[in-house]
T-cell receptor
Framework: ETGVTQTPRHLVMGMTNKKSLKCEQH?????MYWYKQSAKKPLELMFV???????ENNSVPSRFSPECPNSSHLFLHLHTLQPEDSALYLC??????????????FGSGTQLSVL | DAKTTQPNSMESNEEEPVHLPCNHS???????IHWYRQLPSQGPEYVIH???SNVNNRMASLAIAEDRKSSTLILHRATLRDAAVYYC??????????????FGKGTHLIIQP
């Protein structure tokens, strides 16, 4: 148990659906991250929020829309996805994303399949 | 960002030490060296990090070369539970914020019983 909880663990959706991934951290951290891990590819950083402000958007298509209502919760809203968006989506948190010497804590991820 | 180079895979025997190498010849003076590992079907897990000096914790040791162009993660006594992909990552502090970690392909560590 890392203190970072992601729901759901598995999600199957059609290309016309709208769904949301949820991440919650119980560590008192101020930074939260979304990563994407496709099969046989390295993890790709998608978004970073620090103290509820988005500090990084790594050229992610607009069909992925993040939301960070407070420091403990992070959402990834999905709409009109493509089959190539099928991947493991990982959430992470840390004390402050501006510090290079800190640790990230990851959730177990949501395995997304787009049909 | 400075790049790291790791072997694609390594194999070791249970209860023996494991030395996982990482080359980072373009490292800058303010880059921290981080190691994470990812067990099957799980998110990555922090292992250790350092800047210039060698570091030890309950999971592993990190040996950093004097010129900082390479480092080695040392697992003192490998168990089957240490089988994972190990990532060596440089996290730069640019002054404007470090933001997220950039992962490479890592080293797939196989432990033989």
């Amino acid at each position: 148990e890392t203190g970072v909880t992601q729901t759901p663990r598995h999600l199957v959706m059609g290309m016309t659906n709208k769904k949301s991934l949820k991440c919650e951290q119980h560590l008192g951290h101020n930074a939260m991250y979304w990563y994407k891990q496709s099969a046989k590819k390295p993890l790709e950083l998608m978004f970073v929020y620090n103290f509820k402000e988005q500090t990084e958007n790594n050229s992610v298509p607009s069909r992925f829309s993040p939301e960070c209502p407070n420091s403990s919760h992070l959402f990834l809203h999905l709409h009109t996805l493509q089959p190539e968006d099928s991947a493991l989506y990982l959430c992470a948190s840390s004390q402050d994303s501006s510090r290079a010497n800190e640790k990230l804590f990851f959730g177990s991820g949501t395995q997304l399949s787009v049909l | 960002d400075a790049k790291t180079t790791q072997p694609n895979s390594m194999e070791s025997n249970e209860e023996e030490p494991v030395h996982l190498p990482c080359n980072h010849s373009t490292i800058s003076g303010t880059d921290y060296i981080h190691w994470y590992r990812q067990l099957p079907s799980q998110g990555p897990e922090y292992v250790i990090h350092g800047l210039t000096s060698n570091v030890n914790n309950r999971m592993a040791s990190l040996a950093i070369a004097e010129d900082r162009k390479s480092s080695t993660l040392i697992l003192h006594r490998a168990t089957l539970r240490d089988a994972a992909v190990y990532y060596c990552i440089l996290r730069p502090y640019s002054g404007g914020g470090a933001d997220g970690l950039t992962f490479g392909k890592g080293t797939h560590l196989i432990i033989q019983p």
